[in-house]
């Protein structure tokens, strides 16, 4: 796959946590689901074990055959199942948006990383997943992924139990407030950990502007509503929500994120310490690291850019990772959704009527029942 005109290739997705995760999630939907399953979630068990926390992130499961079906079988062991799947993903490629989908669900920057992707992070395991990982790429259903922002097909998706955002001023103003608000989270973090150095403390992880009251959209995503209803991190479980056709001013200034490379940059030109109050979360989550921890200050990056995409890609390749900055100062995309848009300036106008969603069971569809 190509991406911002740079080959990317199935090594290159296995050196990321999100990557690894993907390619599990989508042998798990294949032929040999149920042996990848036992074997990677009893190697997860054996994790946790060694952790002290059995059982907290991953289940054993076995199989049972012949007649006495009621006795369980040894798992699988991860060379065989990953083999097979690898083998079958030759020719049976497909669910990736699900597939997609969990793996974002996944993505949590507040605990250590799972068990799971403990497993899948072993130099032979995922190597195991290399042949999935370049079906993946090359999957038709995957083409958008390298995308950039397609500025003819953005919705924004407002979720049903979630209000709108009604303040009256300009972006500038509120990211203005955003800033200051951050800042005066890191003096607050500082002075608890001065005072109380071994409390555990947490709770801000995300790098993007939430909470600023600023616009976010994805693209349209024909038959399956918008991005934004599969690929929401830390999503509440909403049963329902719109999806709002949005006109973007053909101005627009919009940087294009397409992996670590891009993201680390940003951050370089337009850096904010928030090592107090990310620290905590993102040592266990991201990287156990000395020294500082940056964001966009999204103040700043508004003077330059209108809005800032992500790709699908580039978040695959930058979510969850520890990415260098300078040799002291390191960063981390957390909090945005694969092909989010978050826009800093007014660029967006509703421009057609909205459509209604409703969930069902794990699957997104128009709630008028159309097909």
Do not use: K
Not at 203 to 210: E, L, N, S, V, Y
Not at 217 to 242: F, K, M, Q
């Amino acid at each position: 796959m190509t991406n911002s005109g740079v080959m990317t290739t199935g090594a290159d997705l296995l050196t990321c946590v999100r990557g690894r995760r993907l390619c599990f999630e989508v042998a798990q939907r294949g032929p040999h689901g149920a042996e990848v399953r036992a074997a990677v979630f009893d190697a997860a068990r054996r994790v946790d074990e060694l952790r002290g926390t059995p059982g907290v992130s991953a289940v054993s499961f076995v199989r049972s055959a012949g007649p006495d079906a009621g006795a369980p079988l040894p798992a699988p062991t991860l060379d065989e199942a990953l083999t097979a799947a690898a083998e079958a993903s030759a020719t049976h490629i497909g669910g990736l948006l699900p597939a997609l989908a969990d793996t974002v669900t996944s993505a949590m920057y507040w605990q250590p990383p799972h068990a799971e992707d403990v497993v899948l992070a072993d130099p032979h395991v995922s190597a195991l997943l290399r042949p999935i990982a370049e079906a993946v790429l090359a999957a038709p259903e995957a083409a958008w992924w390298s995308a950039p922002l397609d500025r003819d097909a953005q919705v924004r998706t407002a979720f049903a139990g979630v209000p709108p955002d009604t303040r009256a001023d300009e972006p500038a103003g509120r990211l203005s407030r955003w800033r200051e608000s951050v800042l005066h989270q890191e003096r607050q973090f500082a002075q608890e950990r001065a005072g109380r150095p071994y409390r555990r403390m947490g709770g801000m992880w995300w790098a993007t502007p939430a909470l600023a009251g600023l616009d976010m959209t994805t693209r349209e995503l024909p038959g399956e509503g918008s991005a934004a209803l599969w690929l929401t991190e830390d999503e509440e479980g909403w049963e329902s929500a719109d999806v709002v056709p949005c006109a973007v001013d053909p101005a627009a200034r919009v940087l294009e994120i397409t992996g670590p490379q891009d993201w680390a940059a940003l951050v370089a030109a337009f850096p904010l310490d928030v090592t107090a109050s990310r620290q905590p979360d993102w040592f266990e989550a991201v990287d156990a690291r000395e020294g500082a921890w940056l964001i966009p200050d999204w103040a700043a990056v508004a003077e330059a850019y209108d809005g800032v995409h992500v790709s699908v890609l580039g978040w695959l390749l930058t979510s969850g990772m520890p990415v260098p900055v300078t040799p002291g100062e390191a960063t981390t995309l957390a909090g945005w959704c694969p092909d989010a848009t978050w826009w800093l300036t007014d660029s967006l106008r509703e421009s057609a009527a909205r459509s209604a969603w409703a969930r069902e069971g794990w699957a997104w569809r128009p709630a008028d029942g159309t097909p």
